[in-house]
């Protein structure tokens, strides 16, 4: 979904994404379309978009490897700006960024793919740490059994360590 500049009215736009259309290939999996708002209001010679993302996912635990299911709330908002002509022409080029300019999109053409924010957002979402719980055992780093489900027959604090042999000597 593109909306371009023109088509933003000087009150705004406002409107609600509830389908899963949005939602980027096989890359996360969801386990429904999830709700999502966006306002756009036209700053003088900037968009400001701000939106709410809610959407729920599943996820691979870091530490058991299991499924688990995870909401994604999310509160965005970004500034949209036109590059000048002879900046767009140079937009191959360097260039310096100054602090004012960290927190602006610069388009090459003037609209903004919806979607794509969307998907963005979403992608910032979902935790770097993906625990299904805060008490979640992991794997056995002996045989791989998940510790969540049954205890593994290793023997505790073994470690096939070369060191191992150091802890046998004795210290006069």
């Given amino acids: 979904m593109r909306i371009k500049w023109d088509e933003i009215p000087a009150s705004g736009l406002l409107f609600s994404i509830d389908d899963g259309s949005w939602i980027p290939g096989k890359e996360v999996e969801c386990q429904g379309p999830g709700m999502c708002t966006v306002s756009l209001i036209k700053k003088g010679e900037r968009v400001f978009l701000t939106g709410s993302l809610r959407l729920p996912v599943v996820l691979e635990c870091d530490r058991c490897l299991d499924s688990f299911a995870y909401n994604l709330a999310e509160e965005f908002e970004v500034f949209f700006e036109l590059l000048a002509k002879e900046d767009a022409a140079a937009s191959g080029s360097d260039h310096f960024c100054k ?32 625990l299904c719980s805060d008490k979640c055992l992991g794997l056995c780093a002996e045989c791989g059994a ?27």
Avoid: H, W
């Fill in 146 to 172: 998940n510790l969540n489900r049954r205890p593994c027959d290793c023997a505790v604090g073994v470690s096939t360590s070369p060191f191992n042999v150091l802890a046998k000597l004795k210290i006069q």
């Fill in 99 to 130: 602090g004012s300019e960290l927190d602006v999109v610069y388009l090459a053409e003037p609209s903004i793919d919806i979607f794509s924010v969307l998907a963005q957002q979403m992608y910032l979402a979902v935790p770097e740490k993906r």
